[in-house]
């Protein structure tokens, strides 16, 4: 199942809002993840279950959706939030990946 | 605290083969469902292979499937990856990563470092 992220790269500025979207070939539920991925570093589990916070996510980090559309939203941008961010679905095997975006200054 | 340590990574020839290890601490590794997920340079994230805690359900992506052995020992809380066959196209950071517990179905809550296979002649 192909999740298409849109959009490749986005850029902000500190304090403002960040969207990003993951779109579904096919339903998967609510089972939708967020990963966010610092450079030279693994990737962190941000959102499981598309809108729960992993343990020590801030509370400026949100998720919605279900089905085939999800969004991750980043609210008051700070500096440490410049990453690249994937969704991923759990819902079929193979679970599969997003191609990311990337939020940048 | 949740700790994976991968270990084994190296240049390795096409056609070659390669034993990953993640050594695991920090949680009872008997009962947690484990996978292997790569990330080629400058690319995105793949899932390769997952293990439940017994050993007897693997999943394998069909980009290995046949080539790539994910094992497990419960007794040294370690997770194997064997790599046989490889190709260029395996070169990558491979990442040691759990399935979050009592979770079905489920994500990946825990990540090693990573450790870096090339393939190249």
């Known amino acids: 199942k192909v999740m298409t992220q849109s959009p490749a790269t986005l850029s902000v500025s500190p304090g403002e809002t960040a969207t990003l979207s993951c779109r579904a070939s096919?339903?998967?539920?609510?089972?939708l993840a967020w990963y966010q991925q610092k450079p030279g570093q693994a990737p962190r589990l941000l959102i499981y279950?598309?809108?729960s916070r992993a343990t020590g996510v801030p509370a400026r980090f949100s998720g919605r959706g279900s089905g085939t559309d999800f969004t991750l939203t980043i609210s008051s941008l700070q500096s440490e939030d410049f990453a690249l961010y994937y969704c991923?679905?759990?819902?079929?095997?193979?679970?599969?990946f997003g191609q990311g975006t990337k939020v940048e200054i | 605290e949740v700790q994976l340590v991968e270990s084994g990574g190296d240049l390795v020839q096409p056609g070659g083969s390669l034993r990953l290890s993640c050594a695991a601490s920090?949680?009872?590794?008997?009962?947690?469902?484990m996978n292997w997920v790569r990330q080629a340079p400058g690319k995105g994230l793949e899932w390769v292979s997952y293990?439940?805690?017994?050993?007897?359900?693997?999943y394998d992506a069909d980009s290995v499937r046949g080539r790539f052995t994910i094992s497990r020992d419960n007794a040294k809380k370690s997770l194997y990856l064997q790599m046989n066959r490889l190709r260029a196209e395996d070169t990558a950071v491979y990442y040691c990563?759990?399935?979050?517990?009592?979770?079905?179905?489920?994500?990946?809550?825990?990540w090693g470092q990573g450790t870096l296979v090339t393939v190249s002649s």
């Open positions: 293990i439940s805690g017994g050993g007897d359900v693997i």
């Open positions: 096919h339903s998967v539920g609510t089972n």
């Open positions: 920090g949680f009872t590794f008997t009962t947690s469902e």
């Open positions: 991923q679905q759990y819902h079929f095997w193979p679970r599969t």
């Open positions: 990563a759990r399935d979050a517990p009592t979770t079905v179905p489920s994500y990946f809550d825990s």
């Open positions: 279950g598309t809108s």
